[in-house]
């Protein structure tokens, strides 16, 4: 077995792009689900807000990448807005209701026949509508280091995209650390509570939705810019569970947690599937017990295993306080 | 401080010694004036005030057996409910139909018959998340803490106040879930004091509060009137209602049945009758 190449796999996958593109789908959730207790089940709806909002205002309107961003952003507001409205006035379920339908529904219009000419129907965009970025890609070389291995191409999105994290990491720990996040972290305890002392809870919801699900759709961005291409299907309900399981796994309501969860399990996945693949293919484990062909499925069930084995043993996640999860169990 | 205390108390007793305890009689200085307040949830009517005036800077008692409409009553003045018909009066201006967080900012804020201290967040923040007007409150000014440190400093000074007063500041720092069910109330109470209000509804404030703690939440709640609040409490027990209120008005099946000083209520054969007479054998019945 050729540890070595397992190591560089699995390192490039912990700090590459999906790692960055689901640490920021998290950071958005975070937002919402970890500081405010809004359920939003439609995160990728906002991924793919932003990702076909680049892709197509560049390929279909020739706008220039800069503007096609804002627009994205504007997008994004505006589906914030449109899911926060009516739902933010009634019970949390509704919003978890409401958001996964219009994640779907997002999805279904990209991949529609109607709109083939424009959105591109089940095979999506490709094109180059991310020139304008890599045009100013520094990197003539890619990184191949023994354990870190990058192409110019995605060095480039990699160093761009952490200090987008970085950058929004800050704003949000300026942000959670001030009374507009005491604010938010008030009403997901009690929202009555937070009435009863004078506070519009409604607007302090819609903003946190917006700027939760704006976070989102930077993910977005960086999803379609590094592939050059967007495909409806990436944009499941897959993409929101596996956002959550990234905040869980690092601990709800924490800044850095996302972070973690999202290069822990990337590493877990890539490094699970790379063992079972040369373990199958060096004979160890025996072709009637698992195939090549299922080792991607496999990897699935084991990372499966291990985050129940987490919720079991560490339910507050990796940088969680147990102490304050108990506090949970109203008493 | 000793001086106008008992001169506020003898305020509001003189302003009831000249008024007649009958259902509905108007007050020399009402805060609240509420007409015709109706609340209906399918064919049950749980509200059902034709009139009512509470004084201003007094202690008002509101009582009545389970299920006399109080609680509906109290989320209906506060915005938490929508009435079927009625309107009332905040300092003369009407606030029926206004939304809650609209009615605290009038000056009227209430605590919760299930206290609702916000559990993950320290004794302290559940403090400083109540001060009115915090510039760090907006967005985009949350972001440069250069503008609102100063008034945050302000702010967990007159927190830490309140605190020492209500003798939770040693528990400043841990979240407000490690409270006892005493504590809690005691915070609520504190909290409610950030807003400044003009008048304090407490909703039922010494359910599950043991005997040394109902002291000095008694002493608490002369306190507020004292400092020149007025204070309207839903209650059951007698005792703390004879003890600290200027004024009791009676509630049974949705409507007032009697009003009057403490004492003459508690002689008061519609009193008797609402909590005993009429339904003492039923008592099986409605504690099911």
Known sequence: MDFLFITQQSLSAAIGVNTIIFALAAIGLNMHFGYTGLLNFGQAGFLAVGAYSVAVSVVSFNVSLWVALLIGIVNSIILALLLGIPTLRLRADYLAIVTIAAGEIIRQVARSATFNKTLGGSDGITGKFGKEFFDLNPFTAGLDLPFLRFTPNDLWVVVVGWALVAVILFLMWLLVNSPWGRLLKAIREDEDAVRSLGKNVYLYKIQSLIAGGVIGSIGGFVYALSRQSVQPDNYGTALTFFAYTVLILGGAARVLAPIAGAVIFWFLLVFVEQMLRQAVSAGYIPEWLIGVNQVGQIRFMLVGLGLMMLMIFRPQGIFGDRKELALDARA | ?288
């Open chain 2, 1 to 288: 401080m000793h001086a106008p205390k008992s001169n506020f108390k003898e305020q509001a007793q003189a302003a009831f010694a000249s008024i007649s305890a009958v259902p509905g009689i108007a007050k020399p200085d009402p805060i609240i004036i509420a007409n015709n307040v109706r609340r209906q949830f399918g064919g049950l009517t749980a509200v059902n005030v034709e009139h009512v005036e509470i004084q201003r800077g007094s202690i008002t008692a509101l009582i009545g057996p389970n299920g006399a409409g109080k609680t509906t009553f109290f989320n209906l003045l506060t915005g938490f409910d929508t009435v079927n018909e009625g309107n009332w009066t905040l300092n003369g201006e009407q606030i029926s139909g206004t939304p809650p967080h609209k009615v605290a900012r009038k000056g009227m804020v209430r605590t919760f018959q299930l206290t609702k201290a916000l559990f993950r967040l320290s004794v302290l923040d559940n403090m400083r998340l109540a001060a009115r007007h915090q510039r760090g409150e907006s967005f985009i000014r949350g972001l440069f803490p250069a503008i609102w440190k100063k008034q945050e400093a302000e702010i967990t000074a007159q927190a830490e106040e309140l605190l020492t007063r209500f003798k939770l500041i040693d528990k400043k720092n841990d979240f407000a879930a490690a409270l006892s069910g005493g504590q809690r109330k005691l915070l609520e109470m504190a909290r409610a004091l950030m807003v400044n209000p003009e008048i304090v509804m407490l909703d039922e404030p010494m359910a599950g509060v043991n005997p040394a703690l109902k002291q000095s939440l008694l002493g608490h709640i002369k306190d507020l009137r004292d400092d020149g609040m007025t204070v309207l409490f839903v209650e059951h027990d007698m005792d703390m209602v004879r003890d600290i209120s200027d004024w009791v008005i009676v509630m049974a099946e949705g409507k007032i049945v009697a009003e009057g000083t403490p004492d003459s209520v508690m002689g008061n054969q519609a009193v008797i009758d609402a909590y005993l007479g009429a339904h003492h054998d039923l008592s099986l019945e409605e504690g099911r």
